[in-house]
């Protein structure tokens, strides 16, 4: 696999429903990174996994918001009783190291609508 | 109430034209920039960064200036063809973290007309 990909590219639910998101980073990449994108907006950062470090879940904005990612490779983000307000693509970027000056590549993006 | 849509900086050009983006980041102690190309429907796509020790760095067909003085951050593209049509963002490593923390201008739309 040459990207990151993510799935699924389009998801429409109804309030209230739970949603997975699915990413699958670059092979060999350590350091993996969750953005929400609104519309007409820039990115913001959701929560960052390294290695076997705790990830860093700063960004997540309500406990409603979980994040798991299992062997170091595959992450999934877990939304729980969807609100409208999260409609949103859901992005995902993975760097080999994890350091400050690596270039984040990402995926194509989760469309999420909540109706 | 009333929702208001929010409506992102455009910049529009001819073919063969330079191009030139703007962006203001928020602090002075942000010591990486990074601006990326999104494509419709597609993710981010890294184009060139600096570091907070230079002024300039340039890529192909691509330049990038960074002011610190008044915090702000340019980006050039030479002979601007239709492909380069997308929504330019900058991006900061804000909390000087040992890690790729970064936060997101609003964007800029960029339509290049044949």
């Known amino acids: 696999g040459a990207g990151v990909s993510q799935s699924p590219s389009n998801k429409v639910t109804e309030k209230g429903k739970d949603v997975e998101l699915r990413c699958d980073p670059i092979?060999?990449?350590?350091?993996l990174y969750w953005y929400r994108q609104s519309l007409g907006q820039g990115l913001e950062f959701l929560i960052y996994?390294?290695?076997?470090?705790?990830?860093?879940k700063s960004g997540l904005p309500s406990d409603r918001f979980s994040a798991e990612r299992t062997g170091g490779s595959v992450s999934t983000l877990t939304i729980q009783r969807t609100q409208q307000e999260d409609s949103a693509v859901y992005l995902c970027?993975?760097?080999?190291?994890?350091?400050?000056?690596?270039?984040?590549?990402f995926g194509p993006g989760t469309r999420l609508l909540v109706l | 109430g009333e929702s208001v849509g929010l409506h992102l900086p455009t910049l529009s050009v001819q073919e063969g034209d330079n191009s030139i983006i703007n962006c203001a980041y928020s602090?002075?102690?942000?010591?990486?920039f990074i601006w990326y190309k999104q494509e419709s429907g597609k993710g981010p796509q890294f184009i060139i960064d600096?570091?907070?020790?230079?002024d300039k760095r340039q890529g192909q067909r691509v330049t990038v200036l960074l002011n610190k003085t008044v915090k702000h951050l340019s980006l050039q593209i030479a002979a601007t063809q239709p492909g380069d049509s997308a929504v330019y963002f900058c991006?900061?490593?804000?909390?000087?973290?040992?890690?790729?923390?970064?936060?997101f201008g609003q964007g800029t739309i960029l339509t290049v007309h044949p």
């Open positions: 991006a900061e490593n804000l909390d000087g973290t040992s890690y790729g923390k970064l936060t």
């Open positions: 996994f390294q290695g076997n470090s705790a990830p860093d």
């Open positions: 602090n002075s102690a942000s010591d990486y």
């Open positions: 970027a993975s760097t080999s190291r994890g350091t400050f000056q690596e270039t984040q590549y």
């Open positions: 092979s060999g990449h350590t350091a």
């Open positions: 600096i570091r907070s020790n230079m």
